[in-house]
């Protein structure tokens, strides 16, 4: 439980960001993995779009452990700024 509260605090943190850094994370990841948004929606068992409409607002911690497991990563992963130049 107390990875998941500093899993959902650290999300709060960057609410004053664009959540378009957790699509583009993952929109990175499924190139890396060869798959689309599409797929990964169906795999990890969401509804189609859902991951699209975290541009503009707040993504689930149960969708984004969903997502995580769906990718073989974590939700930190997930949620972290990407370095200019590293994906």
């Given at each position: 439980i107390s990875c998941q509260l500093y899993l959902y605090?650290?999300?709060?943190?960057i609410?004053?960001?664009?959540?378009?850094m957790v699509l583009k994370n993952i929109e990175a990841l499924c190139r890396k993995k060869g798959t689309n948004i599409h797929q990964l929606e169906?795999?990890?068992?969401i509804g189609n779009g859902t991951i699209r409409r975290w541009d503009k607002s707040e993504p689930s911690l149960s969708s984004l452990f969903k997502v995580a497991d769906a990718?073989?990563?974590?939700?930190n992963t997930l949620i972290r700024?990407?370095?200019k130049g590293k994906e």
């Open positions: 605090f650290s999300l709060k943190k609410k004053g960001k664009e959540y378009g169906l795999k990890a068992g990718l073989g990563g974590s939700v700024e990407i370095k």
